[in-house]
């Protein structure tokens, strides 16, 4: 079936430093997507969204770029802290902002924050 | 903000019994609950999509004899694994949906999660 995949298993950069997280889908009927950070042993948590009729969404540190034409999604989070690490989950839907609830997450991403 | 309370967190048992986990919404209704299953290092992955009054909806490959699930109350919903066996051994998720009706109402909140061991 479609899923959403992501590209890298892990990604480790330096305090301070800026990250990248990238997800490539394969729904192209999927108009709204969602990025989660989980931190070991816990629920998912919600970082910031995106519709898609938008190509960027800026939050506190994070930036979502969606790039519809490739089906890509990637995450940005800037000047990295050590509570960034974790593993961070794209997921997609359809069905608008009132529809369908069913997520299809990706693979996640290990994000590591090195001192 | 939404609060999604699961319990227990953790939970060991013997293959052969059953187990049930509970999610509440703590401050608000939820007349939609979902839950995921993951496994170590892996993605999550949905079982279920529980409605308040109504039977749940299953996923293709999910045994709903063996994951039961009863949303009884709008605050409620309980997954029992049912005569539960090793290869149950995972990590349980739930989480909720509340009418809220603002732009970002689709986004679920999360419970904490339940770890099942199974003997």
């Known amino acids: 079936g479609e899923s959403v995949g992501l590209h890298l298993p892990t990604l480790s950069v330096q305090e301070g430093d800026n990250s990248i997280i990238n997800c490539a889908y394969s729904?192209?009927?999927?108009?709204?997507f969602i990025w989660y950070k989980q931190e070991s042993g816990k629920g998912p948590q919600f970082i910031i969204d995106i519709r898609s009729n938008m190509d960027k969404r800026q939050g506190q540190r994070v930036t979502v770029l969606l790039n519809k034409t490739v089906k890509h999604l990637s995450l940005q989070i800037a000047a990295t802290q050590p509570g960034d690490s974790a593993v961070y989950f794209c997921a997609e839907t359809k069905g608008g902002v009132q529809g369908a609830q069913k997520l299809v997450f990706g693979q996640g991403t290990r994000l590591t924050i090195n001192p | 903000g939404a609060v999604v309370s699961q319990h227990p967190s953790r939970v060991i048992c013997k293959s052969g019994t059953s187990v049930k986990i509970e999610c509440r919404s703590l401050d608000f209704q939820a007349t939609t609950m979902f839950w995921y299953r993951q496994f170590p290092k892996q993605s999550l992955m949905l079982m279920a999509t529980s409605n308040e009054g109504s039977k749940a909806t299953y996923e293709q490959g999910v045994e709903k004899d063996k994951f039961l699930i009863n949303h009884a109350s709008l605050t409620l919903s309980t997954l029992t694994v049912t005569s539960a066996h090793p290869e149950d051994s995972s990590f349980y998720i739930c989480?909720?949906?509340?009418?809220?009706?603002?732009?970002?109402?689709?986004?679920?909140?999360f419970g904490a999660g339940s770890r099942l061991t199974v003997l």
């Open positions: 989480s909720a949906r509340g009418d809220r009706g603002w732009w970002g109402a689709n986004v679920l909140t």
């Open positions: 729904n192209s009927a999927s108009d709204y």
